[in-house]
């Protein structure tokens, strides 16, 4: 079964901590890319990454960091989390010119 | 940058109504972007209603439809009798190549459709 799996679907960290948030995917897609969601707005782009260890920056990286070191694992990173950095935040994937593939998100409250 | 503005929701009817949720994009990095509407359903990433990659076409997918007007830079979401199943929250997006073969989605806010029996 095609899909992308987002660990875990829910977290509550504190300010200051450290978050990581897990993506993955078994369609051995080159491209995966990491989005954020806030009420109102759109999902917004945070990091792309091409393949292994080839990462890009998206639209609004700041207080990110993302790590792939295996094609089918992309992970978020926050260190030092912030209180606005509370939202859900959507994987995604795609091979080529394919549909994007999504996760459920993983939604993310930092107090 | 790119934008896309949609119908702010929720938007709530009952079932057999028509619908139409509203799309407009701004597209300044392409000038024939492509659009699509993605739906999320509770608990569930999103997945692609549809798509249209070429002006002036339609797409359509579980009776629900939209055309590519480039003169209106419009991508209206319509299905004439909506059915319970379909509340969801619904997405309008662009697509736009980066560099290369790399591409990028830009989101409206999404559109929370409730549909009552």
């Known amino acids: 079964d095609m899909k992308v799996t987002q660990m875990p679907r829910y977290l509550i960290k504190r300010m200051g901590e450290n978050v990581l948030l897990e993506c993955g995917q078994d369609?051995?897609?080159?491209?995966m890319y990491w989005y954020r969601q806030d009420p109102g707005l759109g999902l917004q782009l945070i990091y792309i990454?091409?393949?292994?260890?080839?990462?890009s920056e998206g639209d609004i990286p700041k207080g990110y960091r993302v790590s792939r070191k295996k094609r089918e694992h992309f992970s978020l990173i926050l260190d030092s989390a912030k209180t606005n950095q509370t939202s859900v935040y959507f994987c995604?994937?795609?091979?080529?010119?394919?549909?994007?593939?999504f996760g459920s998100g993983t939604r993310l409250l930092v107090i | 940058g790119d934008s896309v503005t949609q119908t702010e929701g929720p938007v709530t009817v009952s079932e057999s109504e028509s619908l139409i949720i509203n799309c407009t994009y701004s597209?300044?990095?392409?000038?024939?972007?492509?659009l699509f509407w993605y739906v999320r359903y509770p608990g569930e990433g999103l997945q692609l209603l549809l798509k249209?990659?070429?002006?002036?076409q339609k797409g359509s997918s579980r009776g629900f439809e939209a055309t590519y007007n480039k003169e209106t830079t419009s991508f209206h979401l319509q299905k004439a009798s909506v059915q319970e199943s379909d509340s969801a929250v619904y997405y309008c997006?662009?697509?736009?190549?980066?560099?290369?073969?790399?591409?990028?989605?830009?989101f409206g806010a999404g559109t929370r459709l409730a549909v009552c029996p």
């Open positions: 995604a994937s795609r091979s080529g010119d394919s549909d994007y593939t």
């Open positions: 369609m051995s897609h080159e491209t």
């Open positions: 990454s091409y393949d292994v260890d080839s990462n």
């Open positions: 597209a300044t990095s392409i000038a024939y972007p492509n």
């Open positions: 249209v990659i070429t002006a002036g």
């Open positions: 997006a662009l697509g736009a190549r980066l560099s290369g073969s790399f591409n990028k989605l830009t």
